[in-house]
């Protein structure tokens, strides 16, 4: 009898990263700071990359280049969606805002309070132009600010008034509400109490069950431990940039 072993499945890729570069030119200066070079990593459904290095080594901006905040010098992120490849690195600016409100969720622990919106609603609002009926939308929003410890009567209150801890629960309830196929995690435990941060990790396990791919940086990674699937090491590059620099 012939015994067929197949060997395991690769997750579908979600994420092929080649030769990502970014430097900052730092015009007062007159001098190239290099945030990150070369970086290559793939990342399939599920699956879980931690963000490792000292401090300036260039993880948020990494992050940041994912979701286009900056342009990268060089390199490609493919970005595979069911309808076909595109570049982060260079697509266009409205094709990114459409990734952005449909795939890729960025989560960083500062809140964009915006002015006269009540927490509930801006937790809410991701569902709601997902196509959502507003109170099923409002109730689930009350389930998730609930779940990370935001007292009742903040709900209706606007967060530009609340502590930096609420605030940002409002904003990981925002991000988290709606499961992306990518998400990028700047330091979304900073300032988390420990329950929040149970929370949040509950959530993100489920996510990464239902195949959601994510990359993060953690201050504390013991808190991620149990979803970490590889770790990426970024060394902070050290360039002589002056000639007098070099060492003789
Ligand atoms: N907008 C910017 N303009 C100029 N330099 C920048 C800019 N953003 C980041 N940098 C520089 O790029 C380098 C990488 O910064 P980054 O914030 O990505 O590091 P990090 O690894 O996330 O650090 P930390 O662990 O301290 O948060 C740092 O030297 C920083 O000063």
Not at 202 to 208: H, T, V
Not at 241 to 247: K, L, T
């Amino acid at each position: 009898m012939n015994a067929h072993v197949s060997a395991p499945q690769a997750p579908a890729l979600v994420l092929r990263v080649e030769g990502l570069s970014k430097q900052f030119e730092m015009h007062h200066l007159k001098r190239t700071l290099f945030a990150f070079e070369n970086i290559g990593f793939d990342l399939g459904e599920g699956e879980f990359i931690l963000l490792k290095g000292e401090n300036g080594a260039g993880k948020s901006t990494l992050l940041r280049t994912l979701y286009r905040s900056y342009l990268p010098r060089a390199g490609h992120a493919y970005y595979h969606t069911k309808e076909g490849v595109i570049d982060l690195a260079s697509a266009a600016d409205v094709d990114i805002a459409v990734l952005r409100r449909r795939e890729i969720g960025f989560v960083t622990q500062f809140l964009n309070a915006r002015p006269r919106v009540a927490a509930e609603e801006i937790v809410a609002e991701p569902l709601r132009l997902a196509g959502m009926p507003h109170g099923q939308a409002l109730a689930e929003a009350r389930r998730w600010l609930a779940a990370f410890g935001v007292k009742p009567q903040l709900w209706p209150a606007y967060p530009s008034t609340f502590s930096g801890g609420e605030q940002q629960k409002v904003n990981l309830a925002r991000a988290l509400i709606l499961p992306q196929r990518l998400l990028l995690l700047d330091e979304p435990t900073a300032s988390l109490d420990r329950s929040a941060r149970r929370a949040l990790v509950e959530r993100l396990a489920e996510l990464k069950a239902s195949g959601v791919a994510m990359i993060g940086v953690f201050h504390h990674p013991e808190d991620v431990a149990g979803l970490i699937d590889r770790e990426i090491q970024l060394e902070t590059i050290r360039i002589a940039d002056e000639p007098d620099d070099v060492a003789e």
